[in-house]
């Protein structure tokens, strides 16, 4: 990955419906340099998809929280981790190094929907003797943009 790859993904994370030509103008590139670079770091992996941000209270999500997991065997996680991949209000799902054995990002319609999903759902999971959960007041930023750093040459 170079310079211009960079900058590519860089106006791709803010402004994701630019056309090729748009990019070409904002970096300097003509709209078939755009093409085949976005192909190559589609092809690389770099690129992992194309998505819509959509705001979350607008799509009727007016709960955010994050919630802490502790799971007592590794032989209890791939439950936990199925439930995990089902259940749409969970965003994220991180193991993490700390007390606890996972992290949670969570978006709920309201609290009774966030009651429901921890406490019907995720603890009547066998092995899973605790959880903890940091319901959002506010929220000073929240990005799905990525940092590029060009790679060591």
Request: proline share 5%.
């Amino acid at each position: 990955m170079d310079e211009l790859d960079r900058k590519i993904l860089e106006h791709i994370q803010h402004f994701g419906r630019s056309s090729y030509a748009e990019i070409g103008g904002a970096i300097g590139l003509s709209v078939s340099a755009v093409n085949e670079r976005l192909k190559k770091l589609e092809k690389q992996g770099v690129i992992a998809g194309w998505t819509a941000r959509v705001d979350p209270l607008a799509a009727g999500n007016g709960v955010l929280a994050f919630v802490y997991v502790l799971i007592e065997r590794p032989e209890h996680e791939a439950a936990f981790q199925a439930l995990v991949r089902s259940e749409s209000a969970i965003q994220e799902c991180h193991h993490v190094a700390s007390d606890w054995s996972y992290l949670l990002k969570v978006r709920a319609p309201n609290l009774l929907a966030l009651e429901e999903l921890v406490a019907r759902k995720i603890k009547a999971l066998p092995g899973i003797p605790r959880s903890q959960t940091v319901i959002v007041m506010s929220t000073a930023k929240e990005t799905a943009t990525v940092p590029v750093h060009l790679s060591p040459a």
